[in-house]
């Protein structure tokens, strides 16, 4: 059953305070840890399985490696994204409403994974996007790799938008964009912070997980909170689909 919708107002200067983000993340991962680990081993599982046994060989047998080669063709690389994006697409949606959910102080359930469905097709286009990004600038070597990241940022949020306000991809991933661009200090760090902290997940053996995947999920869903509130309705809305 789909929760009801939660409302949260923005701050009333509509911008990024990392600070007030991050006491907000800890105390909402509070007793959603055991669920978003849970929601992590599923999206490890899926995958690896869609992955390792589907899209990697289909890859392999249309576009193979030459010979010696440590490294996929870029052609692989792209069916192996699309495959993944496809076998994510139908979860993100749900994904994302838990994040809002804990913001909003809501209890968030392992079925809610499976409640957004119907945004598949524009979760699909950008998770296919921003995964096809990686592949072209995989070649650039250090400047690719910020292309890549900077992508990852300045899209970071869209699936908020897909969520909360219903809006087309196009304008989602504008208006991630421009939430970015006018708070660029305070969310870079924020990623910085996450990319260490996935850092501690490695050194820690995993021990760490528990904490920071749920953490990383509701900061970003809070800073979202704190520059467009969650349930509020704007003129961006006439773009969006019908209800």
Known sequence: MTEPPHTVAPRSDRRVDLSETIRTARERIAGSKRVYLTMAAFYVALLAGVGGFLALPLALAF????????????????VLVAFLAAAAAPFQGGFHAAGLAR??????????????????????????????????TATW?????????????????????????????????TRSAGMVAANLRAIALFFLLSAGLGLLVVVTIGIALPWVIPFTAVGTATMYAHVEGIGQKDDAAKNADPA
Do not use: N
């Open 63 to 78: 576009f193979p490696s030459p010979p010696g080669a440590d490294i996929l063709d870029p052609r692989a690389d792209a």
């Open 103 to 136: 913001v909003a102080g809501a209890p968030i359930r392992f079925g809610m994974l499976f409640e957004r469905f119907d945004l598949f097709s524009r979760f699909f286009g950008l998770t296919l996007l921003i995964g096809l990004i990686g592949v072209i």
């Open 141 to 173: 070597g250090f400047f690719g790799s910020l292309l890549s990241l900077a992508a990852s940022m300045f899209l970071g949020f869209s699936g908020f938008y897909l969520v909360d306000r219903g809006l087309q991809l196009g304008d989602a991933m």
